[in-house]
């Protein structure tokens, strides 16, 4: 025990002084935030610092009136449309709206012409604006006040609640679900792959250096791996730790001055509707809260903290049996199938199936079997998923990492002393049989 | 110190040792002697108990051995190694560490050697800043810093510019005065013939000989002498090849039966005789010879 303790110090010591480690653990959570800063830097600069565009519009109608906005201003000049092309060719207008002569049943032949590409919030401005006041027209055509229209038009919301078995109700929303679902398990999926990784690496390095003929005259090879592994997995959990810490406290600072820019916003997205839509209203905020409020944290981030790390110990296990049976890096790409191949399953099965229906058949097989479990079950645990089902999928994650663990150890300790051969998957399975 | 009792391990259809008897009294350095292949890493392997032998027993200090024994074995092998990316202090005291010293233990007695092979000013260099010679000496401090009364050495020499084999030469000889056993696997016979007490030789998986080095040669002697003969007074019989060198004849003769005074009589009606001296083979001819031998049969 004492052993196996040294060689997680040393694993662990290892890699956390190296500067690698502190530079990605550093950048890594600067990345997040700094490109949301950066994005809403330029979006703030765009608005304050650009020109008016000034856009020509020749109706042939005589019967659109576009309101300009901060970004955009609209000429009504009663040009041609060969004015209208001279006027943006010498560089006095941004560009100009072509709408000919058309039936409003169909309104065909509307056209843009600028010097440049124009961007896709002004075509859809445009298209927004130009079919509301065709519709408007219609409406009024066929009788209709549009005013009355405009208020009869409602907003719904439906809100979900969850009743339990004592009656009590927690508000819930999919989209919060699914957005936790999504992140735990995509971190897990990363985890085991980076981590995983880092044990083949470290392996292959004792292997192919010869230290670990030294080794292993000191210490039992299952014991050096299960150093190994463990050494690993705290450093992994160290950079996570740091990286919760770090993201919680610049997100916190960023959209705290974004807090302060948030009027100006608001009113931005007030005035064009479209966008807007695609944003909760204020009103929902309350909701929101509301729903992560419902949520049953402790649950999620316990069943997160196992799924992690027993993931992770399954996963591991059997990226030290491949890098003990091969001499190099390059030579693990034949053995790594029976890895990668259950992890991009469980990653693909946890956006088809387990996120959209965490209840279906599928979800739950994913959920249960040991090989996806810890990145499918993270999708359902999010939802809320019955102890029994979660019982039963910790259960067989553990017996899954035990046995993993013992395969492994046995490929591991003939693996490591084996030089010159490159073996197949028929020698792995020899060495599992032929060792005591 | 060890006792080693017909020791078989395979793998699989292959035999790696048949019935290995050894014993290696304590204080003695004893060779292990056998070309490529022929068992040697499998039995050092087993005895650090890297693996285990199907059959056979293994005795140190008349126990049956056991994981308490790791500590007192130290072991450098053939292939040697350490972590590139760890700084020289470091890794001797994992290793130390690993072969049970306390923290406190293992830094006097890093010290004490580091200073020994004044290589003191290294401690804080990565093992990837320093020259093979150097490291070879990191590698020959983590095999015996735990004191271990057992010490196997694979190949000890290879690897080392002269200077620094000399030095480890005087430290293994200096550790056998302080009463450690040193088993030496080798087949550079020179150094085997100037370190080794002791010798057992394997080949093909099975002990073709042991002893000590004198009585290895004893029973090799081939009774065959080297003869210079001047002032001819007959002519020498032809079958006795002779090389001429200013009027001296050297050549070989065997017994044949004779003793050798018979024979030494029997060269003095040729002339004078200037030498006649016994042959006795080197290790190296013992070596070839039996390798050969055990090939054949």
């Known amino acids: 025990m004492d052993k196996i303790w040294l060689v997680i110090q040393r694993e662990y010591l290892a890699r956390v002084k190296k500067k690698s480690f502190l530079l990605a653990t550093l950048i890594t959570p600067l990345i997040f935030p700094a490109i949301m800063g950066i994005f809403v830097w330029i979006s703030l600069e765009d608005e304050g610092g650009e020109a008016l565009r000034i856009i020509e519009v020749v109706d042939e109608n005589k019967m659109f009136f576009l309101e300009s906005s901060e970004q955009y201003a609209f000429s009504f000049s009663n040009t041609d449309k060969e004015d209208a092309k001279k006027m943006v060719q010498e560089g006095d207008r941004y560009g100009f709206l072509y709408i000919p002569e058309f039936n409003l049943e169909d309104p065909e032949g509307i056209v843009f012409y600028g010097e440049e590409n124009p961007s896709m919030s002004l075509i859809s401005y445009l298209e927004n604006n130009l079919r509301k006041k065709i519709e408007e027209q219609r409406l009024f055509e066929s009788g209709i006040d549009p005013k009355i229209i405009n208020e009869v038009r409602t907003n719904v919301g439906i809100r979900s609640i969850t009743l339990d078995e004592k009656g009590k109700e927690t508000v819930n929303d999919a989209t919060v679900n699914y957005a936790l679902g999504f992140l735990t398990g995509i971190l897990i999926y990363i985890f085991i792959f980076v981590y995983g990784n880092q044990i083949m690496q470290g392996v292959i390095e004792e292997k192919s250096s010869r230290i670990v003929e030294i080794l292993v005259s000191s210490l039992k090879p299952f014991q050096l791996m299960l150093g190994k592994i463990v050494g690993i997995g705290a450093v992994g959990l160290t950079q996570f730790l740091i990286w919760v810490v770090l993201i919680g406290t610049l997100t916190t600072f960023v959209m705290g001055y974004l807090g302060m820019q948030m009027p100006q916003q608001t009113a931005m997205e007030l005035a064009n509707p479209e966008l807007a839509g695609s944003i909760p209203q204020t009103g929902n905020v309350a909701e929101i809260m509301q729903v992560i409020s419902g949520i049953n944290f402790l649950g999620l981030v316990l069943s997160f903290l196992f799924y992690f790390l027993g993931g992770y110990l399954l996963y591991g296990a059997m990226f030290a049996a491949i890098g003990s049976a091969v001499e190099a890096p390059s030579e693990a790409q034949q053995f790594m199938f029976p890895v990668t191949i259950p992890l991009i399953a469980a990653y693909m099965g946890l956006f088809v199936f387990v996120l959209n229906d965490p209840n279906s058949s599928a979800s739950f097989w994913l959920s249960i079997i040991p090989l996806t479990s810890p990145i499918a079950m993270m999708g359902r645990v999010s939802y809320g998923v019955p102890w029994t089902d979660l019982v039963l999928s910790m259960s067989l994650l553990i017996a899954g990492f035990l046995f993993t663990t013992w395969m492994a150890g046995k490929i591991y300790r003939i693996g490591i002393l084996m030089h010159g051969t490159k073996p197949s998957y028929k020698t792995l399975w020899k060495w599992i049989r032929t060792s005591q | ?297």
């Open chain 2, 1 to 297: 110190m060890l006792q080693i009792k017909n020791l078989n391990k395979s793998y699989g259809p292959n035999k790696a040792l048949s019935d290995i008897d050894l014993h290696v009294p304590k204080g003695v350095i004893f060779g292990l002697l056998g070309p490529n292949g022929a068992g040697k890493t499998t039995l050092i392997r087993i005895i650090n108990q890297i693996i285990e032998g199907d059959t056979g027993e293994i005795l140190i200090d008349k126990e049956l051995l056991n994981p308490s024994h790791i500590s007192k074995i130290g072991y450098l092998p053939e292939e040697r190694g350490l972590y590139k990316k760890m700084k020289v202090w470091d890794q001797l005291i994992y290793f130390a560490r690993l072969k049970g010293l306390s923290h406190t233990d293992a830094k006097s007695k890093i010290n004490f050697w580091l200073d020994k092979l004044e290589i003191s000013s290294w401690k804080e260099k990565k093992i990837e800043d320093l020259s093979k010679g150097m490291a070879q000496k990191v590698q020959f401090i983590s095999t015996i810093i735990h004191e271990p009364s057992l010490l196997i050495l694979d190949e000890p020499f290879s690897g080392f510019d002269p200077v620094n084999a000399e030095l480890i030469k005087n430290e293994i000889l200096e550790l056998k005065e302080k009463g450690t056993t040193v088993i030496l696997s080798t087949h550079r016979m020179e150094s085997v013939e100037l370190l080794c007490d002791q010798v057992a030789m394997i080949n093909r998986s099975k002990k073709i000989l042991d002893g000590t080095i004198k009585e290895v040669k004893k029973s090799f002697r081939p009774e065959v002498y080297k003869i210079s003969l001047r002032a001819l007074k007959e002519l020498l019989p032809r079958e006795w090849i002779a090389k001429e060198d200013e009027g001296v004849y050297h050549f070989t003769l065997p017994l044949s039966g004779k003793t050798p005074n018979e024979l030494l009589s029997e060269l003095m009606q040729y002339g004078q005789v200037s030498q006649f001296q016994e042959v006795v083979p080197s290790m190296e001819e013992i070596f070839i010879h039996q390798v050969k031998a055990t090939q054949h049969g």
